[in-house]
Structures are given as structure tokens and as C-alpha cells.
């Protein structure tokens, strides 16, 4: 790959022994450790500090940053407090731990904001890296406040290192900013990884052209980031006339099988969510499958991990603010974890997690509420006549957590047919329906709005297989093991679910509920 220029990153080199001396800030003693989370979606818990202060409040789960080592899951995440007190800064990284990405513990606040004086008043995404026996967290640092940016970028890549995972210590010596015609306001999300292809280790940025605005994952390479001396290279990739995106965040790279994967998320075209392009080299061309998002826009910034054998991507599912069925999406809510998969012509599949799956086997019998409209129901078989008048099923709630499956089968060319959820005695509902004539699944919210949609070909009088995992508000479809779709939908466990056709005949056959023992 040709050089684009080479800078020194830094004004001084550091040494693993001077980043172990500094006490500028050693992470991981500020703790909620070991807190077992009762969740398979889960948010940190509130007052993790054990104090008073309302910024340790309840929060949500920003921005995942996960790292697998010694049979481990290191989720690292920003952490997003409910309340953030004028004064304080924000996103700072805390852990969750799993061994089977179906159970988590919560180990505490990792690395925390800065002052308003520091480049990491705010802290954003990064990743971790291991380097002979120190592992080194290369993230973020967001720092707005005018009288910082009147002398500063507003966004750098800073760095903190650890022996074991839990202690870091900020490196205070080591700041990238843009280099000269990058946009030093959009700089940010490192994503560090050895790469075999060219023998030195490699650092993803996601930023923008000065002048110009366009969006770029732009290339650093190190042979030694001991050194602390990062080298700018052409970028990896740069947005088309076509996608225009306006910044391409939370990018991540890895390679399954033949194929290379670019992967990063987009929050400002009509086509937001967590997209990737493929390629047989690491070094592209990049080309744009013809689905080339993994889940709906409700299910953002995802990041991969492997373990080894299989690979799972860990996004945010979006809340909502006022947290109602009708709120605006906001930043930060659920972790949601997918398995990655390959299909025959190397684009990605999505399915839930198989520990997942297996936390269901309780077997729970639906009980029928109310029916409108054309529908009969036979030995768990349920046939909705929607295509004239709609065919709506519903039965009572199936609490906090369950695992529903179903087969499902459209005979018409046109219309719709899926699922409803939070049907009160208004008759609102949210609705999850395969969209035939569009070829997508479409999340619809109780006021009818598109919330959120995935492109799948469907075609009349073929079976597909549904598998819906909820917990609390989150509500995350797969169909056929290959295609998500992350929801939110408030009010779900306490009211009644259903069945619905509208526009289309539908059956579906081998309903099956199951939850946690």
C-alpha cells in the first residue's frame, strides 16, 4: 500500500514502563464488580458505585467495544447515565464479562471521562489490542467545550493500557489528531488490529476529507505501537456519490472463510444502521452487497468478536425518549448480540446466539384473548383470512422473557402478515409483518409509522421460520437463521401479543412459546 505522508504520532515515545508508572488514572478500582445481570439484553445497573451522586443513576449501554481473550468476552462499552449533572463529563467505558454471551456479569467503570480540561472530557468508541503481555485501549477522546476547542481538536484517538484487562492506566504522552486534509472536528472509533497482510498492526479511523466533507475509514500502521509511532496511509475505504454518508462510525474489519469483511454504522442517510462491504482481500476493492445491512436502524454501532469458532456482532438497541411507544429513537439502550454466519455467496447471516436459545425450555401454552375478522385456529395451526377485511388473533401476555417460533406462510402477492405486540384495550399495537410486495420486514409503530424495516425476497406459499426473542422492550426478530430485525416496543410484557394479516392470507403453524426455567 503507498504511503500517503508519515507523521510521528507523538512528541515522545513512551515505554511500557513508563505507561505502568504514570498515575495519571489507573482504571478498574471505581467497581460494581462481579454484579450478576439478570438480563440477556442488559443496561448497568443503577447506583453502580454505591453512591448518592444522581450521575450513578440507572444507565443504558452505548457504544460496545468487545474483546475475547482466555476464553472470555471483554464487552467494554460507553456508558450512558440517565442523569449527567452540569459539570461532569460523560460515555465513560465500563465491562460486562460472559463466557457465553447468554449470561454477564458487570465489572464496573473502566476508564473514566476526564476533566474539562483534558481531550477526553467525553470518552467514545475505541478497541483493544494485545501486544506481547500488555493489552493496549486505543479509544476516543471528546472534548467540545469552547474553551477547550479554541486551542484543540475537538476529537482524538488517546490511549490506556493494562496487564490483565481490569487495571488501565491512561497514556497521557500518546495523541493522534487528524492529520493535514482530515476534519480534526470528526475524528474518532479506532479500531486497532494486527494485520497479517502486511506484518504490522493496523488502526481504523473514521473522520471526513477537509476540504470537502467526505467520509473516510482512514489507515495508520505501526510496527511497534510500544513506540507510540502511528503512520498515516491512504484510506481503507471512502463513501461513494452514491451512499454520500456523512461519517462512517464504529468501524470494525475482519475476515471469515475467503472473505474480508469492512463493517461500520451510518446515522444521517435514509439507510441508518450497521452496514458492511466484502472483499477476497483486505485491501478491497470493497464491493456493496445487495443487502448490505446487518439488522434495522434500531440496532446500531455493531462491533464483532470472536471466539475462535464463531463470530458475533454486539450493537445497542435504540431507546426511546419519552421512553414510549411513540418516542424519538435516542442514543444508547439494550446490548443486542447476534451470531454472524456465512450464506453460500459469502454475505452475512444473522441468528440469535445459541445459549441464547437455549435459555427457553420451559414450554408455555398461548391462551386466546380475542379474534377479528377471518381467522380459525386448529391444533396450535392458525389461518388469517386478511386479504379482504384484517385478521387480527390475539392472546394474553407472555411476560418479561420469552422465545416465540413460528412457521409462517403467505398466499397472496400482495399485503402483509406477522406479528402484533402492546395490544391494550385501545386496540394500538406495534406490528412486525413480512411486506411481500416490498420484500421487507417492517417494524410499524402503534401510530402506523415505519420505525424500522431489513430487505428480505419474499415469495407466496413458501414457509418461513420466525424465531422472536423479547425481554422487557426489546423485541428482536430472526427469519430463517438469517435475517434480524431489533425493536423496541414499550409496554410489550404487560399487554396482549398476537397474530395479524392485512391486504393477504396467511397461516401460521407450530407456534411455539417457550421461556426461562
Same mark, same amino acid.
Request: overall charge neutral.
Given at each position: 500500500? /503507498?504511503?500517503?505522508?508519515?507523521?510521528?504520532? *507523538?512528541?515522545?515515545?513512551?515505554?511500557?514502563?513508563?505507561?505502568?508508572?504514570?498515575?495519571?488514572?489507573?482504571?478498574?478500582?471505581?467497581? %460494581?464488580?462481579? #454484579?450478576?445481570?439478570?438480563?440477556?439484553?442488559?443496561?448497568?445497573?443503577?447506583?453502580?458505585?454505591?453512591? $448518592?451522586?444522581?450521575?450513578?443513576?440507572?444507565?443504558?449501554?452505548?457504544?460496545?467495544? =468487545?474483546?475475547?481473550?482466555?476464553?472470555?468476552?471483554?464487552?467494554?462499552?460507553?456508558?450512558? +447515565?440517565?442523569?449527567?449533572?452540569? %459539570?461532569?463529563?460523560?460515555?465513560?467505558?465500563?465491562?460486562?464479562?460472559? #463466557?457465553?454471551? +447468554?449470561?454477564?456479569?458487570?465489572?464496573?467503570?473502566?476508564?473514566?471521562?476526564?476533566?474539562? #480540561?483534558?481531550?477526553?472530557?467525553?470518552?467514545?468508541? %475505541?478497541? *483493544?489490542?494485545? *501486544?506481547?503481555?500488555?493489552?493496549?485501549?486505543?479509544?476516543?477522546?471528546?472534548?467540545?467545550?469552547?474553551?477547550?476547542?479554541?486551542?484543540?481538536?475537538?476529537?482524538?484517538?488517546?490511549?490506556?493500557?493494562?496487564?490483565?484487562?481490569?487495571?488501565?492506566?491512561? *497514556?497521557?504522552?500518546?495523541?493522534?489528531? &487528524?492529520?493535514?486534509?482530515?476534519?480534526?472536528?470528526?475524528?474518532?472509533?479506532?479500531?486497532?488490529?494486527?494485520?497479517?497482510?502486511? /506484518? /504490522?498492526?493496523?488502526?481504523?479511523? $473514521?473522520?471526513?476529507?477537509?476540504?470537502?466533507?467526505?467520509?473516510?475509514?482512514?489507515?495508520?500502521?505501526?510496527?511497534?505501537?510500544?513506540?507510540?509511532?502511528?503512520?498515516?496511509?491512504? =484510506?481503507?475505504?471512502?463513501?461513494?456519490?452514491?451512499?454520500n454518508y456523512l461519517m462512517m462510525e464504529c468501524a470494525d474489519i475482519f475476515k471469515m472463510g475467503s472473505y474480508w469483511y469492512l463493517i461500520f454504522s451510518e446515522n444521517w442517510s435514509a439507510n441508518k444502521g450497521t452496514h458492511y462491504k466484502m472483499s477476497t482481500s483486505i485491501n478491497g476493492p470493497w464491493t456493496t452487497p445487495e443487502i448490505d445491512r446487518i439488522d434495522g436502524e434500531y440496532f446500531y454501532a455493531g462491533k464483532t468478536a470472536s471466539d475462535g469458532n464463531k463470530r458475533y456482532v454486539f450493537g445497542w438497541n435504540a431507546r426511546k425518549t419519552p421512553e414510549n411507544d411513540l418516542g424519538n429513537k435516542d442514543w444508547a439502550g439494550n446490548m443486542v448480540i447476534h451470531e454472524l454466519t456465512q450464506n453460500a455467496d459469502g454475505t452475512l447471516a444473522t441468528q440469535s446466539p445459541q445459549k441464547v436459545k437455549d435459555l427457553f425450555s420451559k414450554k408455555v401454552t398461548p391462551e386466546v384473548e380475542t379474534t377479528l375478522g377471518d381467522v380459525t385456529a386448529t391444533s396450535g395451526t392458525y389461518t388469517l383470512s386478511g386479504a379482504t377485511n384484517k385478521a387480527l388473533l390475539t392472546f394474553k401476555t407472555i411476560g418479561k422473557k420469552a422465545k416465540l417460533k413460528?412457521?409462517? #406462510?403467505? @398466499?397472496?402477492?400482495?399485503?402483509?402478515? %406477522?406479528?402484533?405486540?402492546?395490544?391494550?384495550?385501545?386496540? @394500538?399495537?406495534?406490528?412486525?409483518?413480512?411486506?411481500? &410486495?416490498?420484500?421487507?420486514?417492517?417494524?410499524?409503530?402503534? +401510530?402506523?409509522?415505519?420505525?424500522?424495516?431489513?430487505?428480505?425476497k419474499l415469495q407466496a406459499n413458501t414457509k418461513y421460520d420466525v424465531e422472536i426473542i423479547v425481554e422487557g422492550s426489546v423485541v428482536v426478530f430472526y427469519i430463517n437463521g438469517k435475517v434480524a430485525l431489533t425493536n423496541r416496543i414499550y409496554g410489550r410484557d404487560k399487554n396482549k401479543w398476537g397474530l395479524i394479516a392485512e391486504g393477504q392470507n396467511s397461516t401460521i403453524s407450530n407456534l411455539q412459546i417457550t421461556q426461562p426455567e
Amino acid at each position: 500500500m /503507498k504511503y500517503r505522508n508519515i507523521i510521528t504520532i *507523538v512528541s515522545i515515545f513512551f515505554s511500557l514502563a513508563s505507561c505502568s508508572q504514570d498515575d495519571n488514572y489507573t482504571g478498574g478500582s471505581i467497581s %460494581g464488580g462481579n #454484579t450478576e445481570i439478570a438480563s440477556i439484553f442488559p443496561v448497568p445497573p443503577s447506583q453502580w458505585m454505591g453512591a $448518592s451522586d444522581p450521575y450513578y443513576s440507572a444507565g443504558y449501554t452505548g457504544d460496545i467495544m =468487545p474483546f475475547f481473550d482466555n476464553g472470555k468476552f471483554h464487552i467494554y462499552f460507553l456508558h450512558d +447515565a440517565q442523569n449527567k449533572p452540569a %459539570g461532569k463529563g460523560f460515555h465513560d467505558i465500563h465491562e460486562y464479562l460472559s #463466557t457465553d454471551l +447468554a449470561h454477564f456479569t458487570y465489572e464496573g467503570q473502566m476508564i473514566p471521562y476526564g476533566k474539562t #480540561t483534558d481531550p477526553d472530557f467525553a470518552v467514545g468508541t %475505541g478497541s *483493544v489490542v494485545k *501486544v506481547g503481555n500488555i493489552y493496549y485501549f486505543y479509544y476516543t477522546g471528546h472534548n467540545e467545550t469552547p474553551a477547550f476547542v479554541q486551542s484543540n481538536a475537538r476529537e482524538s484517538v488517546l490511549c490506556a493500557t493494562s496487564s490483565d484487562l481490569k487495571n488501565w492506566t491512561k *497514556v497521557p504522552s500518546f495523541k493522534i489528531t &487528524a492529520p493535514a486534509g482530515y476534519y480534526n472536528y470528526d475524528f474518532r472509533d479506532p479500531h486497532v488490529f494486527y494485520n497479517d497482510e502486511l /506484518k /504490522k498492526y493496523s488502526m481504523l479511523v $473514521s473522520t471526513q476529507t477537509e476540504p470537502g466533507r467526505k467520509a473516510v475509514l482512514l489507515h495508520f500502521t505501526s510496527a511497534d505501537p510500544v513506540s507510540g509511532k502511528w503512520d498515516v496511509q491512504t =484510506p481503507i475505504y471512502t463513501t461513494t456519490p452514491q451512499e454520500n454518508y456523512l461519517m462512517m462510525e464504529c468501524a470494525d474489519i475482519f475476515k471469515m472463510g475467503s472473505y474480508w469483511y469492512l463493517i461500520f454504522s451510518e446515522n444521517w442517510s435514509a439507510n441508518k444502521g450497521t452496514h458492511y462491504k466484502m472483499s477476497t482481500s483486505i485491501n478491497g476493492p470493497w464491493t456493496t452487497p445487495e443487502i448490505d445491512r446487518i439488522d434495522g436502524e434500531y440496532f446500531y454501532a455493531g462491533k464483532t468478536a470472536s471466539d475462535g469458532n464463531k463470530r458475533y456482532v454486539f450493537g445497542w438497541n435504540a431507546r426511546k425518549t419519552p421512553e414510549n411507544d411513540l418516542g424519538n429513537k435516542d442514543w444508547a439502550g439494550n446490548m443486542v448480540i447476534h451470531e454472524l454466519t456465512q450464506n453460500a455467496d459469502g454475505t452475512l447471516a444473522t441468528q440469535s446466539p445459541q445459549k441464547v436459545k437455549d435459555l427457553f425450555s420451559k414450554k408455555v401454552t398461548p391462551e386466546v384473548e380475542t379474534t377479528l375478522g377471518d381467522v380459525t385456529a386448529t391444533s396450535g395451526t392458525y389461518t388469517l383470512s386478511g386479504a379482504t377485511n384484517k385478521a387480527l388473533l390475539t392472546f394474553k401476555t407472555i411476560g418479561k422473557k420469552a422465545k416465540l417460533k413460528a412457521d409462517l #406462510t403467505l @398466499s397472496g402477492s400482495n399485503g402483509t402478515s %406477522g406479528f402484533v405486540f402492546h395490544t391494550n384495550e385501545t386496540g @394500538s399495537y406495534y406490528k412486525i409483518v413480512l411486506d411481500i &410486495a416490498k420484500g421487507k420486514i417492517i417494524g410499524y409503530n402503534s +401510530a402506523s409509522q415505519e420505525a424500522t424495516a431489513i430487505p428480505f425476497k419474499l415469495q407466496a406459499n413458501t414457509k418461513y421460520d420466525v424465531e422472536i426473542i423479547v425481554e422487557g422492550s426489546v423485541v428482536v426478530f430472526y427469519i430463517n437463521g438469517k435475517v434480524a430485525l431489533t425493536n423496541r416496543i414499550y409496554g410489550r410484557d404487560k399487554n396482549k401479543w398476537g397474530l395479524i394479516a392485512e391486504g393477504q392470507n396467511s397461516t401460521i403453524s407450530n407456534l411455539q412459546i417457550t421461556q426461562p426455567e
